[in-house]
């Protein structure tokens, strides 16, 4: 038995056979999506480089198996249905790709289009260079339009972690 229903009593939950297995069922095509929700969003300080990996990676685990029933079929079908509307967006994608291409654990990007590894090291160098000649033209800090990030409100403020990692050159 699963042990994720183990801790149910009989008095909870009884299943025919045929019902206990169709829960199995269901719980193994869930279980990736719980892992990639912790994996995501289970840090202090969650990364968005961490999206796109970790949807390859559910989208391999979502391919559809000779052995699989109906049931998981139409599951896995509906869970990669959501997963391709939730991160279609062009602007969304180019940004988790970004994210992802300047992360260091993910330099090979194995999981990403050759047109998007591309289009991510453009606008990564774009935004060093618009930096860089922001600087060498004595503007003083280069506007975050410049570097083409988003601006905050004035009101909006970034707190910085007392425990927040400390480098070497700190």
């Keep these: 038995m699963d042990p994720e229903l183990k801790h149910l ?18 719980l193994s095509i869930l279980r990736p999506m719980k892992k990639a929700t912790t994996f995501v969003s289970g840090e ?18 979502m391919k559809e198996k000779v052995v699989d029933s109906a049931l998981a079929v139409r599951m896995k079908h509906a869970v990669l ?3 391709n509307l939730r991160y279609s967006d062009a602007c969304v994608k ?16 194995t999981f990403a289009s050759e047109c998007e590894i591309f289009k991510a090291k ?6 060093g260079l618009s930096l860089a000649d922001a600087v060498s033209n004595q503007q ?5 339009a410049a570097c083409g990030l988003p601006s905050l409100p004035a009101e909006v403020s ?13």
């Design 122 to 127: 453009q606008a990564i160098k774009e935004m």
């Design 9 to 26: 009593s009989l008095r909870e939950c009884i299943f025919t056979p045929e019902e206990q297995g169709k829960v199995e069922e269901v």
């Design 94 to 109: 180019n940004l988790l790709c970004k994210t992802t291409y300047i992360d260091p654990r993910y330099k090979e990007m």
């Design 81 to 83: 249905q959501n997963l």
């Design 44 to 61: 202090k300080q969650p990364s968005a480089s961490k999206v796109l990996p970790t949807l390859a990676k559910l989208q391999t685990e």
């Design 140 to 144: 003083g800090t280069p506007s975050k």
């Design 158 to 170: 970034i707190k910085v972690e007392a425990d927040a990692p400390q480098y070497e050159d700190d």
